[in-house]
């Protein structure tokens, strides 16, 4: 059965809306924290709006030795914490029932077999009509033996009508290469078509709101080119250290974990020329020709246009927090970059010669993110030409904030009231909490909602995946082959990142924004 697909009469596929369609949703690696805090919050959120369609089930699968009964318990605590609307005993109830359990090793071929069985019984149970969603939420070393016993078993096809769709969490490779590889094992098992490789940032309101703001109002569209805009920037700034995560964050780094999926997918959104419709397709192809116009940062440009720092101790909102170096599970001698910032050009005639200033910093003051566009001044005659000199682009500055508090401002000149001319900056905010009384919807209730409907819009390609990490090797192999101690720079928690990266910006004679 194929999923309904509601469409402008006046053009063909220029606006689709899928309706979700009921299934069976299997996450790998059930029983870790994505489980608890995202997926299953965001589910019961769904069902809470009226959103789920109906007979939806889901099924845990993981390593640990666990009851059904055990299992919901469980999920009912994390829903209870994590949901951003409170869990209503009765419809918990009613959610919870579709919730199961099923232990297997990850590497077990009859698990997966049992797993089949189990989910035939499920669909006479709750109607699931053999539709499938895998959802891996494992370790990355995890994925390739997953997919291969998803293909061995055959739990990657389905009877005529059904479908058998796969999500798959970042990191999708660490490299090109493995990146390749992978693309490859899911390749061989899913459709293109079928294959959702996630990226939360995408989800967000904000995010999507962007191509809506560009393209639905002539006002910003007839401007957001390089005859007026003098340069952009992306900002994701986390209060937060490495936690836990040391085990992971050790061999990936801030450039890997953050700059090659979610900050590039922002630029893309960005960037991007109008699509010819509102289909998938259409809009990553536009996404894949920014990443195919991003000039190559090679070799020695790379200490020129990036900078990599690493956190020292510090203190953040009055408590003292220890360097990266000190955090449990990291190496005393780590090179790994807790702070990224990078200057991008990109090479297409919208975008010539305009720069698009990156950041991203753990234990940074304040947690965020945001776009910053920052249009050219005006000339320095009649009310500016007493006023004080200005860095580029610092008189008007349109805002997108992805979160927290997400929403648009827009930076503009005013008279300061009074007899003389005096003239302040001031601004106009957009909120989406206030404007339409109710908060944005979690990032990942649209994204499994899509999934369920078969819309990969907000969803990364495979060619996506793979230009974005030849861009990203460029600068990981001029580090490794050239890189040393005098590359790194330090900065203690609580600042707003290493000296040399506001070097980076105001060599350009601009600066960072404060967020």
Request: net charge neutral; aromatic share 10%.
């Amino acid at each position: 059965m194929t999923d309904k697909l509601i469409e402008n009469p006046l053009r063909e596929g220029l606006v689709s809306r899928a309706t979700p369609g009921t299934c069976a949703i299997v996450i790998f690696g059930a029983t870790g924290d994505l489980t608890h805090r995202k997926l299953i919050p965001a589910l019961y959120n769904l069902a809470a709006d009226g959103d789920l369609p109906p007979g939806l089930s889901v099924v845990g699968f993981a390593r640990r030795d666990k009851t059904d009964e055990v299992f919901r318990q469980e999920l009912y605590d994390a829903a209870r914490k994590y949901s951003r609307q409170p869990v209503d005993d009765a419809l918990w109830k009613n959610f919870g029932s579709s919730i199961y359990y099923h232990r297997s090793e990850f590497s077990d071929e009859e698990g997966y077999r049992r797993l089949a069985e189990r989910l035939a019984e499920i669909d006479q149970e709750r109607g699931t009509r053999g539709n499938r969603i895998y959802y891996l939420s494992a370790g990355p070393d995890q994925f390739e033996p997953i997919l291969s016993h998803l293909t061995a078993t055959g739990l990657n096809k389905t009877a005529d009508g059904a479908w058998a769709r796969i999500i798959v969490e970042k990191p999708f490779g660490v490299d090109l290469q493995t990146a390749q590889r992978l693309n490859t094992e899911v390749n061989h098992g899913f459709k293109e078509r079928d294959t959702f490789r996630i990226d939360h940032y995408l989800g967000k309101e904000t995010a999507q709101n962007i191509m809506v703001l560009r393209f639905a109002n002539a006002l910003f569209e007839h401007l957001w080119n390089h005859r007026y805009i003098d340069h952009i920037q992306i900002t994701a700034s986390e209060k937060l250290g490495v936690e836990n995560r040391a085990g992971y964050y050790e061999g990936a780094g801030a450039l890997r974990d953050m700059v090659q999926n979610h900050l590039l997918q922002l630029l893309c959104l960005i960037a991007m020329e109008p699509p010819t419709d509102l289909s998938a397709d259409s809009i990553r192809d536009e996404k894949v020709k920014v990443l195919r116009s991003l000039r190559r940062i090679r070799g020695e440009e790379v200490f020129r246009s990036v900078v990599r720092g690493q956190y020292t101790d510090g203190s953040i909102d009055g408590e003292k927090v220890v360097g990266y170096r000190d955090e449990k599970n990291v190496n005393p001698g780590s090179m790994t970059e807790t702070y990224v910032g990078l200057k991008i050009l990109i090479d297409n005639w919208r975008w010539a010669d305009v720069p698009f200033f990156v950041r991203v910093g753990k234990r940074l003051p304040k947690g965020g993110t945001e776009i910053g566009i920052h249009f050219k001044n005006a000339p320095g005659v009649l009310f500016n030409r007493d006023q004080p000199s200005a860095r580029d682009g610092a008189q008007n500055v349109l805002v997108i904030r992805i979160q927290p508090d997400e929403g648009v401002s827009l930076r503009i000149q005013s008279k300061v009231p009074g007899a003389s001319v005096r003239i302040q900056p001031v601004k106009m905010d957009f909120r989406y909490g206030t404007s339409f009384g109710k908060a944005s919807p979690e990032a990942y209730e649209r994204l499994l909602l899509d999934a369920m409907a078969g819309d990969a819009t907000l969803f990364a390609r495979r060619d996506e995946v793979e230009e974005a990490w030849r861009f990203i090797d460029d600068i990981e192999a001029a580090w490794r082959d050239h890189g040393t101690e005098k590359n790194l720079a330090f900065y203690p928690a609580g600042s707003w990142g290493p000296a040399e990266s506001d070097a980076l910006i105001e060599q350009d004679g601009r600066g960072w924004r404060r967020l």
